[in-house]
């Protein structure tokens, strides 16, 4: 079972291949007095009065966001069959990293006291994602599953399209995501008008190398959990080997069919069972759950 309830909740998240625009690279500027020219195989001076210069980097980014906000706040219980082993939390935080406008998106996962006795779980994931661009600038992991630990971070240059981890720096595309900035990118997505297999194509970073996570649409259902009843619309991450979490089963999301696409439930169907996340407590949201049904 090592891995399953990570996998369940951390399946939350998608990567985005969904971008406007593309960022820049750094170019270096030819010396100011000189514009390189090919003439009988000579360098001729650049033309009086003319000066060369590095072109401008391209302005990052603005995504519209309503989905989410700062002060989010949502609780899950993690079921095992019929056992509730673990809790899970997801926040959203208001900050600012390097001069921009950002939020802090932590994920907790925390097995029950009594689950620590057979495999105790507490892991950590925190991403910084920019406010205006919907794209993160670092990502921290902090695995504890047993006996097992884990600690990897990545620092996003999304200006220079670069990753730098630990282990070096590693070429990334234009925007690219981590696990859980994915996700939070994937909730402001309109599904509207999506038919049922319908896919959206994402990325993710992890490590040292960028992997594809298509998402399919499987269409929409009312669910009821702890924290009331919702309409939802059902997607399915389709998981590949390699990546963050290797394909343990099919993975189902629900979330709310509405402007917020709340995640409300995850279940994994796996050889041995069936995991679960559902929904228990939501505060902060970024405006009405029109997607809540009330008595």
Known sequence: ?????????????????QDSGVAARDTLAPPATFRSSVHDGCCLPAAPGVVD?????????????????????????VHYSFVTAGDAYLTVTDTVYGGRKCHIVTFTLESKPFFDIFYKVRDRYRTI?????????????QIREGGYSRDFAAEFDQR??????????????????????????????????????????????????TYSLPVKYK????????????????????????GLFKSEGKIYLWITDDDRKMPVKVRTDIPIGTVES??????????????????
């Open 1 to 17: 079972m090592k891995g399953v309830l990570i996998v369940a909740l951390s399946l939350f998240c998608h990567a985005s291949g």
């Open 53 to 77: 210069r590095a072109p401008e980097p391209e302005p990052l980014r603005r995504l519209p966001n309503i989905a989410y906000t700062g002060g989010e706040y949502l609780k899950y219980d």
């Open 129 to 141: 994602i920019d406010a205006e661009g919907l794209f993160p600038w670092r990502f921290e992991q």
């Open 160 to 209: 220079k399209n670069v990753a730098k981890t630990g282990d070096g720096e590693f070429p990334i595309p234009p925007y690219v995501h981590d696990i859980i900035s994915a996700f939070y990118f994937a909730r402001t997505v309109d599904y509207t008008g999506y038919r049922p297999g319908q896919r959206v194509e994402l990325k993710n970073f992890y490590k040292d190398s």
């Open 219 to 242: 269409g929409r259902q009312t669910i009821e959990v702890d924290a009331g009843t919702f309409d939802c619309i059902i997607i399915e991450p389709l998981i590949t080997e390699g």
């Open 278 to 295: 559902e929904l228990t407590e939501f505060r902060g949201i970024n405006g009405p759950l029109k997607a809540i049904i009330h008595d």
